[in-house]
Structures are given as structure tokens and as C-alpha cells.
Nanobody, 120 residues
Framework: QVHLMESGGGSAQAGGSLRLSCVASRSSSSFYSMHWFRQTSGTGREEVASILPRDGTTWYVDSLKGRFTISISQDNAQNTLYLQMNNLTPEDASTYYC???????????WGQGTQVTVSS
């Protein structure tokens, strides 16, 4: 059974930065893809970024390009997914979820989420 555990959420001021982490119970190389989603109360879950561990290919939702960066740890374990969030705005306040897919057409495996608040 795979476990994903997010951390790094909290409060930031507008214009500030936060780095979210997601530790997986196995190496990222065992997944086809890894993702960050966010969900605000009353809205659907929005994918914000993804990465293919096999070659590092990344994807970002257009509205966040240039401010958010997804990456995978380069230590021996390579089991930590990051989301560097810069120049935060109040609209970035949300619960952020880490997800992973073991194969291209498989289901998403989810973490429990970490909350981000941004004050103006």
C-alpha cells in the first residue's frame, strides 16, 4: 500500500513563498506520474502541476506558469515531491494535495492534503 504525506503548508503573506513537500512510501521512479492538485471549499479539485519521474517532464496549469515549480528530490531515496510556490496571492489559498499514478491509466493515489493560507 502506497502512502503519500504532504507537509509545508501554512500561512504566508501575499508576495511570499512556500514550499510544499510530499513524501511517498516508495521511490518516485515506481510511479508513472506525480501531481499537485488544489481544492478550495465549494470548488472542484484543480490540477496545478505534474511531473513524469522517468524523464522529468513537467506540466503546469497556464495560470500558474512561472510562479510554481514542481520537482522531485534527487537524494538516493528520490521519494519526495516538492511544489515551490512563489509570489503567492490570496487566490492561491487552498488545500493542496499530492497525488501519484502507478501507471499511465491508473487511478490516482492521494495524500491527505495540506492547507495554505495567504493574507493580503
Amino acid at each position: 500500500q502506497v502512502h503519500l504525506m504532504e507537509s509545508g503548508g501554512g500561512s504566508a503573506q501575499a508576495g511570499g513563498s512556500l514550499r510544499l513537500s510530499c513524501v511517498a512510501s516508495r521511490s518516485s521512479s515506481s510511479f508513472y506520474s506525480m501531481h499537485w492538485f488544489r481544492q478550495t471549499s465549494g470548488t472542484g479539485r484543480e490540477e496545478v502541476a505534474s511531473i513524469l519521474p522517468r524523464d522529468g517532464t513537467t506540466w503546469y496549469v497556464d495560470s500558474l506558469k512561472g510562479r510554481f515549480t514542481i520537482s522531485i528530490s534527487q537524494d538516493n531515496a528520490q521519494n519526495t515531491l516538492y511544489l515551490q510556490m512563489n509570489n503567492l496571492t490570496p487566490e492561491d489559498a487552498s488545500t493542496y494535495y499530492c497525488a501519484a499514478r502507478p501507471n499511465q491509466y491508473g487511478i490516482y493515489l492521494w495524500g491527505q492534503g495540506t492547507q495554505v493560507t495567504v493574507s493580503s
